[in-house]
């Protein structure tokens, strides 16, 4: 029944790994999104497609790529972690763009 | 630039009493504003927006475009109040939401 589901909740990994955190939603959005909340809990917007097209990307470093391979998924790929990637990242979806926008439950990637 | 800002980093007040939550905002277009509530252990949440006026769980916040503000009150504090609180402003046509630094608020009983 999740609406927005990220998976690894969990994620420790070495600098210079690459790894991948997976969002889905089942709430029929159109738009879905990647933030960022450091250490200090600020949040901050990394990218946002729109029907699979990315609409927003929010000077992230290229070492981050997302992937959206149908409406209902959003992919995040890092490539060569740094301990700075340490972060909470959030999945979220909306319709419509600036409407509600609902929220996975975030996926913790410590580097080290 | 557009910019929401929360003053306040921590916010303790005592059960029962009455809750401010500070939003100011910086937008050159018209604003849609949003406040969202994280428990602990818990997802983002959205809690009211300005558009709908409503009060949801005993909050309520005006947005007062001459003082570019959007201020979260309650009149009487709960303990389950206790989350942070973060208030988002939309990007109309950009399809983002710009967060402030949020507020962790502390009911104590």
């Known amino acids: 029944d999740t609406a927005v589901s990220q998976t690894p909740k969990y994620l420790v990994t070495q600098m210079g790994n690459d790894k991948s955190i997976k969002c889905e939603q089942n709430?029929?959005?159109?738009?879905m999104y990647w933030y960022k909340q450091d250490s200090k809990k600020f949040l901050k917007i990394m990218f946002s497609?729109?029907?699979?097209?990315?609409?927003i990307n929010e000077t992230v470093p290229n070492r981050f790529s997302p992937k959206s391979p149908d409406k209902a998924h959003l992919n995040l790929h890092i490539n060569s972690l740094e301990l700075g990637d340490s972060a909470v990242y959030f999945c979220?979806?909306?319709?419509?763009?600036?409407?509600?926008?609902?929220f996975g439950q975030g996926t913790r990637l410590t580097v080290v | 630039a557009q910019r929401v800002t929360q003053p306040e980093k921590l916010l303790s007040v005592f059960k029962g009493a009455p809750v401010e939550l500070k939003c100011n905002y910086s937008y050159s277009g018209s604003p849609e504003l949003f406040w969202y509530v994280q428990y602990s252990r818990q997802r983002l949440q959205l809690l009211l927006r300005?558009?709908s006026r409503e009060s949801i769980k005993g909050f309520t916040a005006d947005l007062n475009k001459g003082e570019t503000s959007f201020h979260l009150k309650k009149p009487f504090a709960q303990e389950e109040d206790s989350a942070m609180y973060y208030c988002a402003l939309a990007i109309q046509g950009a399809q983002k939401l710009v967060f402030g630094q949020g507020t962790r608020l502390t009911i104590n009983p």
């Open positions: 300005h558009i």
């Open positions: 979220a979806s909306s319709q419509g763009g600036t409407a509600e926008a609902f």
């Open positions: 709430l029929g959005h159109d738009t």
């Open positions: 497609y729109n029907n699979k097209e990315l609409i």
